[in-house]
């Protein structure tokens, strides 16, 4: 965004994340006793897809880790030997992902970086580009410019580098248990909420945390927007990146629904036949100038 003044969406989704650091780093939803021991692990659906990312392994790989938060699946791709610079806009959430590291020994395979996305540009100038960028879970939401994202994207990946991206699927965001539910096959299903094609930021006041139930957030007020799929593959596409795959799931890492139940392998899904896709995840290669 560069200098000027900040946008106020900006400061309330910055200061809902503030708060939400000390909630998330306490609570049993971030485990981070196997990354403590050594053994950090991310969800099925990456393990499973990144191995189509990186097939030779992640050491000395450089990776961009976008929207990181506090840099836990940073630190299990540096564990494995990459070199990982780690992103996000939220000072506490950055200042833990260094604590985290240095407890760890592993400040010397990292360095995480305080800077909006939108300014990655200027805050991270680095010609020599990455051999992977990195984005996962609960990011784009927050973002109202795809087509921008998308060209940082593409602007940090060396020709040939790769982009893995996995998010919640746009269609399960329209809708919303505050709307209601109607019983499919005795169970009940959310109703529509948003519109999938919705222009502008949506404006909501939820005080609840998806990783501590029992947390009551002062800074509830948040904006996000709708990205409908077709439109986010087609902006990486005009940025300059090849689609390797496109992958949509039936869970999701967090309970995006009150139905939903939570699985053996930690990712949570609708019970009985699935209904609509919860996640979508994609891998991309950037073209060669």
């Not at 392994?57 to 990459?82: E, I, K, M, P, T």
Request: with cysteine; net charge negative.
């Amino acid at each position: 965004m560069g200098a000027g003044i900040e946008p106020e969406w900006v400061a309330l989704n910055r200061a809902h994340w503030d708060e939400k650091v000390p909630v998330h780093l306490g609570s049993d939803f971030y485990d981070l006793a196997p990354l403590r021991r050594g053994e950090g692990r991310l969800y099925p659906i990456e393990e499973a897809e990144l191995t189509r990312i990186a097939p030779d392994g992640w050491a000395g790989l450089r990776v961009l880790h976008l929207q990181c938060h506090f840099g836990a699946d940073s630190l299990v791709l540096a564990q494995r030997g990459a070199e990982v610079v780690g992103l996000d806009f939220s000072m506490p959430a950055i200042s833990a992902a260094r604590e985290l590291a240095d407890e760890l020994g592993l400040a010397d395979r990292t360095r995480f970086v305080c800077a909006d996305l939108y300014d990655a540009r200027h805050r991270l100038p680095d010609p020599e580009g990455f051999d992977v960028v990195y984005t996962t879970w609960g990011t784009i939401g927050w973002l109202p410019d795809i087509a921008e994202w998308a060209r940082i994207i593409a602007w940090f990946l060396k020709p040939g580098g790769r982009l893995y991206f996995a998010d919640g699927h746009p269609t399960a965001f329209v809708f919303d248990d505050a709307a209601g539910s109607v019983p499919v096959d005795g169970r009940p299903f959310p109703l529509p909420s948003y519109g999938y094609f919705r222009e502008g930021g949506l404006s909501t006041d939820e005080d609840g945390d998806y990783a501590e139930p029992d947390a009551r957030l002062e800074n509830s007020r948040t904006v996000e927007w709708m990205h409908p799929l077709g439109r986010t593959i087609t902006e990486l596409i005009a940025a300059g990146l090849d689609i390797d795959f496109l992958h949509e799931h039936d869970a999701v890492p967090w309970r995006i629904f009150a139905a939903c139940e939570r699985g053996d392998d930690a990712l949570w899904r609708m019970p009985g036949e699935t209904m609509l896709p919860l996640g979508m995840s994609l891998g991309a290669t950037r073209r060669a100038d």
